[in-house]
């Protein structure tokens, strides 16, 4: 008898992200819920995130940034309930430039290898316009096209503009961050701007903890200015606890597949 509390045992999912904490970030309680509903999760990360910002030089004393991030990543992926993790080491901050067919291809063998019923990566916006995160939805979208036929779904994974500015806002009243302060040099009203809209949204309100769990794994990303860091859960809830997302190529009504399967039965579809 099938179990309805798992009811996608069997399936599996890969997502395919630049840094590590982008998975975290964009998705993690869509990651987390997949799990829990019995998909198996494959997370592929381009890069290991050597360019990235250091909140506190006692979390990196050897300056071994990208084994600190590797490590941060894999604990991480543990509280999001993933089931296989792919670490690449391919340059950070070059990723739309360097190296271009052999991520294409590494892509393409996770495809072959995992089957997956669906792919998650970055819209073409990058969530805030990111070279890097462009570079993945570029090869990512080049991998699956190669594949024709036998492709699987391919899913965007966005933000609504102005859930970071709220996630700023709740900060500032708890006095907690500086009046300037950003999301990794990143202006908060950067998220989201100018994306295409979302087809359909996904309620991860009760995956919420496990995702600013997963965040707060992230320890070199996430010190004491980064406003995420000071919203409570309740807060959280409100403020990330809907994942947005597009299927690639597909119109209005098509058949739901394993993202829309959870959006369709908890979230409500944008018109």
Not at 93 to 114: N, S
Not at 140 to 150: I, Q
Not at 180 to 194: K, L, V
Not at 198 to 220: E, N, Q, Y
Request: hydrophobic content about 40%; glycine content about 8%.
């Amino acid at each position: 008898m099938p179990d309805d509390s798992r009811p996608l045992e069997g399936r599996t999912v890969l997502a395919v992200f630049a840094h590590p904490d982008d998975e975290s970030l964009a998705c993690g309680g869509t990651l987390a819920r997949l799990s829990d509903a019995g998909a198996r999760v494959v997370l592929m990360c381009a890069s290991r995130g050597e360019r990235g910002s250091v909140s506190d030089p006692a979390l990196v004393p050897d300056g071994d940034l990208a084994g600190v991030r590797t490590r941060e990543l894999q604990d991480a992926a543990a509280v999001l309930g993933v089931a296989d993790v792919i670490v690449l080491d391919h340059p950070d901050g070059e990723l739309r430039w360097a190296h271009v067919p052999q991520l294409h291809a590494e892509i393409v063998a996770a495809v072959e290898q995992y089957r997956p019923d669906a792919v998650i990566t970055f819209a073409e916006d990058g969530l805030y316009w990111h070279l890097d995160h462009i570079g993945v939805h570029e090869r990512t979208y080049t991998a699956l096209g190669s594949l024709g036929s036998e492709a699987p779904p391919l899913y965007y994974v966005t933000m609504v503009q102005g859930v970071m500015h709220d996630i700023v806002e709740a900060a500032h009243a708890k006095g907690g961050v500086p009046p300037d302060s950003r999301f990794w040099g990143i202006a908060a009203d950067a998220f989201g701007e100018a994306a295409k809209p979302p087809s359909f949204s996904i309620d991860v309100r009760d995956w919420v903890a496990r995702k600013l769990a997963a965040l707060r794994c992230h320890k070199t990303q996430m010190g004491r200015d980064n406003p995420i860091a000071w919203i409570d859960e309740d807060e959280a809830r409100r403020l990330l606890g809907t994942e947005y997302f597009r299927r690639e190529g597909a119109e209005d009504g098509s058949a739901a597949d394993v993202l829309e399967q959870l959006g369709d039965r908890y979230a409500t579809r944008n018109a």
